[in-house]
């Protein structure tokens, strides 16, 4: 006879396989066509150790997608592995139809994937208009039209653009690493926590930025702690655990679902 703290446990990991191959079969049915698909990933940084644990994903031209989860759940690790910076162990990434897998980051560049890794994202010594040189170093003719595009959704770059980016404050310097990931005009944004580390305000003014930049027409797959806030603004959502979706919804049926309230939204960062 197994002991109640073991059937407990058993019947927690049941529910989560059920809920695991529910998110794969929304998953199959729902991603054909899609602008960025990701099928049955698995990635590590060790050899041996998968991070994520056949992962799906996929987001639509014009949609914005959230991915939230608990800490060390593999969400930085699925951004850096659509990004060419993870080892891929078996599983597909896609873009527009076409495989991209492993492909390196410059190339997913100019294939119009753009990346916001979640810290160390702007060139401190150089200044604001460098550091968004350095995002169309391929292409530096384009510089004057990208810059007025960046500056119209960020004024404050446009008026500061001799700035150093070490001097500015938080908020500021993700705006710079935003516009740097811009400015070769991607089809689909990665932004990884982009909100984390900012004042209440200043959360606020991300997401309405990144809102605004969806509205331009650009895709958006969003890493997020800040899990209300983000299913509020989203499209359609993502809950990762373990490497793997455990959900998958709209935004606010997701926000809404009592599991997903129970086991995610409870713990993680209340907006
Ligand atoms: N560069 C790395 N080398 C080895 N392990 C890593 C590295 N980066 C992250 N990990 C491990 O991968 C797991 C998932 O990390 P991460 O993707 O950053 O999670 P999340 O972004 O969901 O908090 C964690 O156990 C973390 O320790
Ligand atoms: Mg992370």
Known sequence: MSSP???????????????????????????????????????GYLPG???LNGCDLHCAEGELV???????AGKSTLLKSMFGLVNIRSGTVT????????????QLVKMGVGYVPQVNNVFPRLTIEENLQM??????????????????????????????AGSLSGGERQMVAMGRALMPSPSVLLL?????????????????????????????????QNARRCLQICDRGYVLDQGRNAYTASG???????????????TLAKA
């Open 135 to 164: 995002g169309l170093y391929h292409d530096p003719k384009r510089f004057d039209e990208r810059f007025d595009y960046v500056a119209e959704l960020f004024p404050a770059l446009g008026t500061r653009r001799k700035q150093r």
């Open 66 to 72: 959230g991915i939230i989860g608990p800490n060390g």
């Open 252 to 266: 606010a049926d997701l926000m809404n679902d009592p599991k997903v309230i129970e086991l995610y939204l409870g």
């Open 95 to 106: 873009l527009r139809g076409e495989e991209i897998t492993g492909n390196k980051a410059h």
């Open 5 to 43: 703290l073991g059937r407990a446990k058993a019947e927690a990991e049941t529910s989560r396989e059920q809920a695991y191959a529910a998110a794969r079969e929304a998953h199959l049915s729902a991603a054909e066509g899609a602008l960025v698909r990701v099928d049955d990933l698995f990635a």
């Open 49 to 51: 150790v998968n991070i």
């Open 192 to 224: 990884d926590e982009p909100s984390a580390g900012l004042s209440p305000a200043l959360q606020d003014e991300v997401f309405i930025r990144c809102r605004q930049i969806n509205a331009t027409g650009v895709s958006i797959i969003m890493v997020e």
